[in-house]
């Protein structure tokens, strides 16, 4: 084993970070910048972790081993060598195949997110840092060409999400685009500077749930919907303020569709508000290692931690044990979310680092990934379908999103399209039946679409829509800063907003005197 | 393009400014030199590029620029390549001529100018033309010039629509988009070879700018093309012949005084001028084409091919809604006319055409006669020499004018000439668009959305009954503008305008209701003719405009005193009119009073208590659709005399009024204009006024 691995020069670093998923990769670039010297150290042979993308093959190794609890392996005699263990992140793995030749026949073609779906908004605080970090020059984006949301009957529209959208689409009436204008023209006034009181929400209006605010203002349920869960992408069911966990205030929602709008345009060549990383969102942490790895931060894959050194007098944490034998000491370190901090630990007084997506520690998120053979709509290839809660099912309380990119970002071969599913849900019975319930319905809309475009070709309709298909539960876990530090789990979002603010908080409580952020470099294009 | 604010310069932008506009000043003055001395080199060409780059604006620069390609085309003879750099190298100026200021005209123009010489390629036009119009989607410019290149080109219609479409989709505040819209449908509505229905077109566009109306309703842009597309179904009906004189079914007895006489009575008892009696056609909309091979008048008393149609248009323009011809019965002995059948007959070839390009919708006969009548008395003598009494109330009689008076039965015969128009889609398409326009107006107070509403109603009134103009929605449409003068202080004045043509409308919208605004003047003390002198007299209404002259044409007195117009456009179909009271109006300037020009047998005319020469520059005179033009007939010899201290230029505008006009009582006190030396200057112009301002002057 010591010959597989190879000794680590030097031996004291100020920062050790395991796992090299995106808050990781986001720290160790951060801390680098600020002159720390860093290493990171990731157990796989790939970077991401649980942010990563893989080949159908790996992404079932990996699904797999990680949703059984690894015991730690070192033998603990001694008191001051703790054995490192890892608790299970995913369960309810299940993958099908109703073609594994063809599969086989492209596994490498294709890079399936582990944390999907999700995008980036245009002005959001990941492409912020993206920007600058100057982590821009590994990167290139696609644009999401289009989204839809399901309003009645599993039929699909597109989101009317700007005035020229409104202008176009086919399935608002009149009044419905006067209504939804209004609104618009209400939240832009209400967020220009230069406007008066007079045309502001009120303070009032700001605290009160925000589908209150819509009903007040004399939207309709339909409209509401488009606003809430595919502008705003809420996910808990807005209007069941009893029973749903997870309501927005006005305020909330209208800085959401404010970041939908300033998100518009702000890169000539991205049409809509969002973008995908291509060849999959395990690029994005990738690119911040290689930010930090600039910054002279050490980097060493395959490189499993076996056992962690506690001192004995104070229980605090002093460095780590290599599964290749050597010691290596640091006064902070940084685990992923499936390590476990162990008990022996002392004084580890963990502070949950709270953000509001995760306010329930039950909470967990149902995702799949599926690999078909056309596209849901015909002539657009990477779009976002949104299933707001009771579009499903009654019992559905949480909104179903869908995303799908097609060979364009560089995720699979021509001719093939991935779909990523994803939902909230509080066990994992409730989770598996939403996705298998979203993914009925695509393939239901896929159908009536192609049916649409020509009626006769019944040789094609015989074809399965789906070639390949993973479902899996993932907990939702929080960031924990403490003499060990956690980083947060992927959650539920879409963005990565709450991921970046949950990240950026864990680094000021690391060091407090340095800014996440270094100085900015110039902004270049996607 | 649009919205960006203002910035005060700094110190160090002025230095700049400096040394640009000296480094102008010597390129400018290096170039005039190359310029003059006819010196086409490549030295002195660099010489004007750097120029025009700096400064697109400088049209001699672009001028040499023509030139020194014209000497440099023939000095290279016929080589394609040559001529073809020569052409590419001036492209090239302008191109970045364009990128320091897109919006300019020399620049463009020279473009043009460049490619109508045919050696260059158009794709590469339309290339630069999608950079441009990505850069300032609304540049005029550019979109002039599309239209340039694509008609070069020959890219069709489609492709062009399509163009647009797209553009408008981006962004529906495109108004240039919009507009080159509007060009590019007419073109198509033109070519009707293609089958296309009007209905189908029309009614695609009407659900296209609908949605842009309905998600924006403070958005100007598609309300202006809305606007067209109304004025387009308008236009798409066939023109129709509203009223004329003499009507239709008129038994017209003529005394050699000039009153005109029905079988029991006296029509309206002034005098008219029997040089210039007229027979006048009045459309609906404006038309084309009016002449004697397509205007057909059977008569004994004169010949077909004699008369001379004219139309009362104050544009210079040969289409109008109103035409005249008129017929000199001066020479035939009245006293012994026995009764003339006439028979007008119009439509019945190709010929008379709306502007559309639609041709009359079904031929139509009018026919009419003419009698002589022998009076011994002259009433016209005794009249000329009395004064009109206008604001005494008791020279008017009270009571309506009874349903049996001659006046009364004439009306009765136009009104029998008229019926309903059958439906159609046009009454569908303007139908559907009332009822979405009422739906939005409950949702949102928006004034354009008032005003299109308004427009709608009155357009759908219009199609529904054409010639009797029942206005079925004229409350409604009243309302209407109403609350828009509450609205829209700003505009009040144009919807207080629009409001009084309907008002008017629905005042006299039948025979009945008009009749109770006909008075027989008694204040002439020796007239015989008591009762059959009828007064119209629609004064007192807070009217600032006035309309509806289809159904006046037989009028010849005519009272709009005490309103509030400041524009009497269209009177200049009252073709009989003699007597006119405009008393304490608004009127600002003599150019208001250019309708009058062409109504010739005008005797009586009061225009005291306006508003004439109260701006000493009228700039409101640009506000009306006829400014007087300097063309055409005016003459003034400059040595007749004037009175002392009058000079000519300060009454031009008068003159031109009034010089034609044989006006015998003239009331003009009480406007600022009216001091001594213009009533002198009156005096001088009008040999045959015997009153004015109720002095008798002999």
């Not at chain 1, 060091?511 to 270049?524: N, Q, R, V």
Request: glycine residues 4%.
């Amino acid at each position: 084993m010591t010959e597989a691995h190879p000794q680590i020069d030097p031996t004291n670093f100020d920062l050790i970070v395991l796992g090299t998923g995106l808050p990781e990769s986001l720290i160790a670039a951060a801390a680098s910048s600020a002159g720390k010297s860093v290493l990171h150290l990731d157990p796989n042979p790939f970077y991401g972790s649980h942010f990563a993308s893989l080949s159908p093959d790996d992404l079932s190794a990996f699904l797999s081993s990680s949703s059984s609890p690894h015991p730690p392996s070192f033998p603990g005699d001694d008191p001051a060598t703790v054995g490192l263990a890892t608790l299970p992140l995913y369960s309810d793995v299940q993958i099908s195949s109703s073609s594994p030749e063809v599969i086989e026949e492209h596994c490498r073609k294709f890079s399936l997110d582990l944390a999907g779906p999700k995008v980036l908004f245009c002005a959001d605080k990941a492409v912020d840092a993206i920007l600058k970090f100057g982590t821009n020059h590994y990167l290139e984006f696609k644009a999401i060409d289009a989204s839809y949301i399901c309003i009645e009957k599993g039929k699909l529209m597109k989101v009317p999400d700007s005035r020229s959208a409104i202008f176009k689409d086919k399935n608002l009436s009149l009044m419905e685009k006067n209504q939804l204008m209004k609104f618009f023209k209400l939240v832009q006034q209400h967020l220009d500077p230069d406007e008066d009181g007079s045309a502001k929400v009120s303070e009032e209006d700001l605290e009160t749930p925000f589908s209150e605010f819509l009903g007040k203002i004399g939207l309709q349920q339909k409209i509401k919907s488009i606003i809430m869960y595919s502008i705003a992408m809420a996910d808990h069911n807005q209007d069941n303020v009893d029973i749903s966990e997870d309501i927005l205030r006005t305020k909330d929602g209208i800085d959401r569709l404010a970041l939908f709008h300033s998100s518009m345009g702000r890169f000539p060549n991205a049409s809509g508000a969002l973008i995908y990383p291509s060849y999959g969102q395990g690029e994005l942490p990738q690119a911040f290692c290689r930010r930090a790895a600039v910054k002279r931060c050490l980097y060493v894959l395959r490189m499993p931690v076996v056992a962690l050194h506690i001192d004995q007098d104070d229980g605090q944490y002093r460095g780590i044990k290599l599964a290749s034998g050597q010691d290596l000491f640091s006064p902070r370190l940084v685990l992923d979310p499936s390590f476990v901090v162990p008990s022996q630990v002392g004084s580890s007084v963990e502070e949950p680092v709270k953000i509001r997506s995760q306010k329930d520690a039950e909470a967990k998120v149902a995702r799949g990934i599926c690999i078909t053979r056309a596209s849901l709509m015909p002539d657009v290839s990477n779009l976002l379908v949104i299933y707001p809660p009771r579009s499903l099912c009654p019992e559905q309380d949480t909104a179903v999103r869908v995303l799908q990119l097609g060979s364009t970002s560089a995720v699979c071969p021509p001719g093939m399209f991935l779909l990523y599913l994803s939902a909230i849900c509080s066990d994992s019975s409730q989770g598996k039946t939403l996705l298998n319930a979203a993914i009925t319905a695509v393939e239901v809309s896929q159908i009536s679409e192609r049916n649409a475009m020509n009626k006769n070709e019944d040789a094609e309709v015989e074809k399965p829509f789906i070639l390949w298909k993973a479902t899996y539960i993932q907990k939702l876990c929080m960031g924990k800063y403490g003499s060990i530090t956690s980083t947060p789990s992927s959650d539920g979002n879409l963005n990565y907003n709450d991921l970046m603010d949950a990240t950026e908080k864990l680094f000021h409580s690391l060091y407090p005197d340095e800014a996440f952020f270094p100085e900015a470099t110039s902004p270049g294009n996607t | 393009m649009h919205g960006r604010p203002r910035k005060a310069p700094k110190p160090e932008d002025s230095a700049a400014l400096a040394a640009k506009s000296q480094k102008l000043r010597s390129l400018q003055s290096q170039f005039l030199s190359f310029h003059h001395g006819c010196t086409y080199s490549k030295e002195a060409l660099e010489t004007s590029a750097k120029l025009l780059e700096i400064n697109p604006e400088n049209y001699t620069a672009w001028n040499y620029r023509k030139l020194a390609v014209e000497h440099n085309v023939n000095e290279c003879g016929t080589d394609p390549d040559s001529i073809k750099s020569i052409f590419d190298e001036e492209l090239r100026v302008v191109e970045n001529a364009l990128r320091q200021n897109f919006k300019s005209y020399g620049a463009w123009h020279h473009r043009k100018w460049v490619l109508s010489k045919g050696h260059s390629s158009m794709n590469r036009e339309l290339m630069l033309l999608d950079v441009f119009q990505k850069l300032d989607s609304r540049n005029f410019h550019a979109w002039n010039y599309r239209r340039f290149v694509t008609t070069l080109m020959n890219r069709s219609l489609e492709d062009e629509l399509k163009y647009t479409e797209n553009m408008i989709e981006i962004n529906f505040s495109n108004y240039s988009a919009w507009h080159n819209r509007s060009i590019l449908l007419s073109k198509q509505l033109k070519e009707k070879d293609k089958g296309l229905s009007f209905q189908d077109v029309l009614s695609k566009e009407y659900n296209f700018v609908r949605d842009a109306l309905f998600t924006d309703p403070d958005d100007q842009s598609g309300w202006f093309y809305h606007l067209w597309l109304l004025e387009q179904t308008i236009q798409c009906e066939a023109p129709l012949l509203l009223s004329s004189w003499p009507a239709n079914g008129a038994d017209l007895i003529i005394s050699g005084n000039g009153c005109i006489h029905a079988a029991t009575g006296l029509l309206s008892g002034l005098p008219i001028d029997l040089k210039r009696f007229p027979l006048i056609l009045y459309f609906n909309q404006s038309v084309e084409g009016i002449d004697s091979s397509t205007v057909n008048v059977e008569a004994e008393i004169y010949s077909n091919k004699d008369l001379t149609w004219k139309p009362l248009s104050p544009r210079n323009s040969c289409t109008s809604r109103v035409w005249v011809a008129y017929t000199d019965l001066s020479g035939i002995d009245l006293s012994s006319l026995s009764p003339q059948r006439i028979r007008v007959r119009l439509g019945h070839c190709a010929g008379i055409m709306s502007s559309n390009g639609f041709h009359l919708n079904k031929p139509v006969n009018i026919e009419y006669s003419i009698a002589g009548k022998y009076i011994e008395i002259e009433p016209s003598e005794r009249q000329e020499n009395e004064i009109f009494s206008w604001t005494d109330d008791d020279s008017y009689n009270s009571g309506e004018l009874d349903e049996s008076s001659p006046i009364a039965l004439y009306m009765q015969a136009v009104e029998d000439n008229h019926e309903a128009a059958a439906s159609g889609w046009h009454i569908d398409i303007v139908t559907e668009e009332i009822n979405h326009f009422r739906d939005l107006l409950t949702i949102a107070d928006c004034k354009i959305g008032k005003l299109t509403l308004a427009r709608l109603l009155i357009a759908r009134d219009g199609m529904i009954s054409p010639l009797r103009n029942k206005m079925a929605h004229s409350e409604e449409v009243l309302d209407l503008y109403r609350d828009l003068i509450k609205l829209d202080p700003p505009h009040s004045k144009f919807y207080k305008d629009q409001s009084s043509l309907v008002l008017l409308q629905q005042l006299i919208s039948s025979r009945k209701a008009l009749l109770k605004y006909c008075f027989s003047y008694k204040g002439f003390k020796s007239s015989q003719s008591v009762d059959s002198l009828v007064c119209l007299r629609l004064n007192n209404l807070s009217l600032s405009r006035v309309g509806s002259f289809e159904k006046l044409l037989w009028v010849q007195f005519l009272d709009l005193s005490d309103n509030e117009l400041h524009s009497i456009e269209g009177l200049e179909a009252l073709q009989l009119l003699s007597c006119l009271n405009l008393r304490n109006n608004k009127i600002a300037s003599f150019s208001a009073l250019e309708p009058l020009r062409s109504l010739k047998s005008l005797r009586a005319l009061n225009i005291s208590y306006n508003e004439i020469g109260s701006h000493p520059v009228d700039t409101r005179r640009y506000l009306f659709t006829s400014p007087i033009s300097h063309s055409g007939d005016i003459s003034w010899k400059r040595d007749e005399d004037l009175p002392d201290g009058v000079s000519m230029e300060n009454y031009w505008e008068a003159f031109i009024v009034f010089k034609d006009l044989d006006l015998v009582q003239m009331d003009i006190a009480g406007n600022p204009v009216a001091d001594e030396k213009f009533q002198s200057f009156l005096v001088k112009i009008s040999p045959a006024l015997k009153w004015l301002d109720g002095q008798n002057l002999h």
